[in-house]
Each structure stands twice: as structure tokens, then as C-alpha cells.
């Protein structure tokens, strides 16, 4: 696994799998109003990872001289989007957490 995978894997995986665990499966073909917020989320979460996972593979592959330098930034700054945007939906999502279990009962 390549190094950037790993840690957005690390970043998204506690939140996606606990979504995931709580969701029943996507059915193939169901409209996007059909579609769970867990579920929503369990694709971002495994799409960040692919798209994390491009970016290295465009890198590795620009260093080899095998892709262009164009090519090798683009895939580069969108895996950077994507993960810093996981990491802030993890972060609102622990906040969430953490405003619930400070209520008064």
C-alpha cells in the first residue's frame, strides 16, 4: 500500500467502517435519493482512498518518466482535495459526536 493510502485509510476508515457496519448495502441500480447518508459516505470514503491511491500511482509513474508533469500535479492536487476534505468530515463528525455526549440528559 502505498504511503498516502495508508494514512487516508487511517483517516476515513474508523468513521466508513462504523457507518458501514450500521448501513445495509447499496442496492445496484438504486436511485441517489434512495441512497443512506452512510452509505454516501462509505463511497467517499472508498473513492478518497482510490483517488489517494491514483495520485501515488501518477507520482511513481511521473518519477519513472512515464507521465507528464501536468498529469502527475493534477492527480496529485486532487488526491490532496480529497483527503483533506475526508479529514474534515471525519473532524465534524467527531465534534458531532463529542456536542452529543456533552448533553444534558
Known amino acids: 500500500m502505498f504511503p498516502l493510502a495508508s494514512i487516508a485509510a487511517t483517516a476515513v476508515?474508523?468513521?466508513a467502517e462504523s457507518i458501514l457496519t450500521r448501513t445495509p448495502a447499496l442496492v445496484a441500480g438504486a436511485s441517489p435519493a434512495a441512497a443512506s447518508f452512510g452509505d454516501i459516505l462509505g463511497q467517499f470514503a472508498a473513492?478518497?482512498?482510490d483517488s489517494v491511491k491514483s495520485g501515488e500511482a501518477s507520482a511513481i509513474a511521473g518519477v519513472e518518466g512515464k507521465a507528464s508533469v501536468q498529469t502527475v500535479v493534477s492527480a496529485v492536487m486532487q488526491a490532496e482535495r480529497d483527503l483533506h476534505t475526508a479529514i474534515a468530515l471525519r473532524d465534524k463528525a467527531v465534534a458531532a459526536y463529542q456536542d452529543i455526549i456533552h448533553m444534558a440528559i
Open 13 to 15: 476508515a474508523p468513521l
Open 47 to 49: 473513492s478518497t482512498v
